[in-house]
């Protein structure tokens, strides 16, 4: 957190999530002078699913209750069904993988929440996200901006924490987002969070952290889908288009799966079969023995709705990207593919490249933006 600016008064409304990592960064907050609010963000669950957001939503309240600071709960349901849950459905419905995580991030914690927050008369949000915030001066060439001095650019660095690093979920944050956010622990290491959570006595110390979207649960994505999406019966075949074996449904399964189809010809080779493509029209998965087939490489990934977190990059530079979360970053050059959209040009072939994906850029540990894999 670099942010210049001055503690005292100022009202910072946290997203407390009931785990370690949101309850440090509200302690954290509350220890540098801040005038800090609690808020539990209640999602949306579906009824013949159970979820623990009831405990979480209790932790949250007990942490607040050690610091001695208020106490809120903001329900976005709605919201939350509406922007996460029936785009995620949608997405898969046309064959798509979509990244559930980012939609959150955009739509509900910076975008529902920071409105509300800053309704109530909040200054800055703040989660307990991985990464960091750091507010510039910078003079551009070609600026519209009216001071001859420069402007203020807030750029999105990535965490100390490089494996917890999740700027990758957070492309989608712009300069109007950016300078009203904090982001409290992106300067610490997992293992320096927990000290700090013991340190400041919170119950929440030893918690493990939630994995994927809380109403799943123990259930798979595949079998939440099946309560939305009817199962369509279709052939697998091989690189060769060879049946191979059959499947419930192309939708339920992604670039680069190795489970959640049947083999029923495999011959004497025993190796597993990777999807390595999907035809939607004709519900076919391709598969191939090797995870690495070369039809499933692509140099080239046209990504739609591209947003930028600070200024547009120079398309003349080299930068580098990922496709998934925690992939390596790979080099790549980028090329203006109008009407919103963006060619990535990689300097090595990527493997498994999904559309409705996010793939995000970097340049010397500055997230840039990104977009959606076409």
Not at 80 to 108: H, L, Q, S, W
Not at 198 to 205: E, N, P, V, Y
């Amino acid at each position: 957190m670099k942010k210049d600016f001055e503690k005292n008064k100022l009202k910072v409304f946290v997203g407390l999530s009931g785990g370690v990592d949101s309850s440090v960064s509200v302690a954290l907050l509350k220890e540098q002078g801040f005038d800090v609010v609690g808020v539990f963000i209640k999602a949306w669950y579906p009824a013949w699913l159970s979820c623990t957001w009831r405990d979480d939503r209790r932790d949250a309240m007990r942490v607040c209750a050690k610091l001695g600071i208020p106490f809120l709960t903001f329900d976005f349901e709605k919201e939350y069904k509406k922007e996460v849950i029936d785009y995620m459905i949608a997405e898969y419905k046309k064959g798509r993988t979509p990244n559930p995580d980012v939609m959150c991030n955009r739509m509900i914690k910076f975008g529902a929440f920071l409105k509300k927050a800053k309704k109530m008369g909040a200054d800055f949000v703040a989660t307990g996200h991985y990464s960091q915030i750091e507010k510039l001066k910078i003079k551009i060439e070609n600026d519209n901006a009216k001071s001859k001095n420069g402007r203020i650019v807030y750029l999105l660095k990535t965490a100390e924490d490089k494996e917890k690093d999740q700027t990758y979920f957070l492309w989608t944050l712009t300069q109007k987002e950016l300078k009203n956010v904090i982001f409290p622990i992106g300067g610490f290491k997992k293992p320096e969070v927990r000290k700090l959570a013991k340190k400041f006595g919170l119950i929440t110390a030893e918690k493990k952290d939630s994995q994927g979207l809380c109403f799943l649960g123990k259930i798979s994505i595949r079998d939440f889908l099946k309560k939305y999406i009817k199962e369509k019966k279709g052939k697998v075949v091989d690189e060769n288009g060879n049946v191979v074996g059959s499947h419930c449904g192309v939708t339920f399964l992604t670039i680069g799966q190795r489970h959640g189809f049947e083999i029923t010809e495999s011959g004497t080779d025993r190796n597993p079969y990777y999807v390595v493509a999907k035809d939607i029209k004709k519900n076919l998965l391709i598969v191939s023995h090797k995870k690495e087939e070369k039809g499933s490489f692509q140099k080239e990934v046209l990504v739609e709705a591209v947003s930028w977190t600070s200024v547009k990059p120079d398309f003349t530079k080299e930068y580098s990207a990922r496709i998934r979360y925690r992939q390596p970053l790979e080099k790549c050059r980028l090329k203006d593919a109008g009407k919103g959209r963006v060619k990535v040009i990689f300097k090595k072939p990527q493997r498994a490249v999904s559309s409705g994906q996010s793939l995000v850029i970097y340049s010397k540990g500055v997230c840039l933006g990104g977009g959606i894999i076409a």
